[in-house]
């Protein structure tokens, strides 16, 4: 149980254009999901908290126009990098609050390469 | 502030050897502890978690931690590592509930087996 999937798993795209990242969960109804971003080598940085039906709350410094998140159901969320830049390149990866509320389940990852 | 600090940065330990990966936190109340681990260009899966009660908890893959409060620590520990074993290890304390619920995670430990 508690299984996150996302999509696509990669994703290479040319710089000025937008790419959209979806994050299911499963088998479990997910008020709240997150968005990391990770650099090679290093820990997870969490770009935003996503709650079903209202708008997200970005980290600080994280770009809300540029990183568009849309959490319109209890088991989907949307990551949307707009106008793609190379320096956006890096693995995106979702979470989503369990249902015991506590620990977070993750999904696969996305790479996203801009060219 | 909430904190996780994972002292160490890389760890190699031979197959068979025991190992213990070491993760101090700074919280205001009775933490939530967790240890993921992530294999390279995967989301992370959650190994074990914390509540409350019994202070040494087992997880998945014969992994163990123990939870001290006098310590602020919840070290990870496995008897015999297997080489399937070397991956990166994150510590996490959370969800905060002030801030969205998001979890506070550590720098990772790399964990490297020689066979």
Redesign the interface.
Known sequence: GAV?S?HPSWVICKSGTSVKIECRSLDFQAT?M?WYRQFP????M?MA?S?EGSKA?YEQGVEKDKFLINHASLTLSTLTVTSAHPEDSS?Y?C?A?GPG?????????T?LTVT | AQSVTQPDIHITVSEGASLELRCNYSYGATP?L?W?VQSP??????LL?Y?SGDTLVQGIKGFEAEFKRSQSSFNLRKPSVHWSDAAEY?CAV??IYN?????I????T?LSVKP
């Open positions: 996150v996302q709240t997150f080598k290093q820990s997870l969490l908290t709650n709350t693995f990866i979470s609050r509320g506590g620990e977070q389940y993750f999904g696969p990852g790479r | 939530y967790f993921y260009g995967q989301g992370l899966q959650l978690k509540f994150f959370g969800p801030q969205g619920g998001k979890l995670f550590g720098q990772g790399e």
